[in-house]
């Protein structure tokens, strides 16, 4: 017996035995017939690739689907809008932000592009947050003491 290189016109051609075969059973349940017809339409185009080839991207396009969907799931368990600087030193001491959720306090609490640090290690967008931090308490020491001058 050869060991023949499956391809994806195989797999298409499988799919039309089994409407053929169980034809009867797909009248009655029109999705299922739908389905396998869109099926052998949508693999059609890659019809010409081996089999382990073409799962090989899908599983590489399926796996940048899912990172992409965990990024945009990123929630806080930290309401950045509402904590003050004090609370915001705290939760930066303890170290248990991901570098995501870090970029997202950068970006909504001040202005931080995050696309601008998502090179940078973790600690040095930590640095960073913490130097905003600073600058905004002496600026408003500096509009207190402005304040009482007047």
Known sequence: MSKKKLKIIDF???????????????????????????????????????????????????????????NEEIKPKYDFQLMDLDQIRKVLATNKLSKDQLLLLGEKRFGLPSGSYKKHRKEDFVKVIESVIENDDTLKIIGEQASQST
């Open 12 to 70: 298409i051609e499988l799919i039309e035995i089994w409407e053929t075969l169980f034809r009867g059973a797909l009248l009655k349940n029109l999705d299922m017939a739908n389905f396998l017809k869109n099926l052998r339409s949508d693999l059609s185009p890659y019809s010409r690739l081996y089999i382990q080839k073409f799962l090989q991207g899908l599983q590489d396009s399926l796996s940048k689907i899912e990172k992409k969907r965990k």
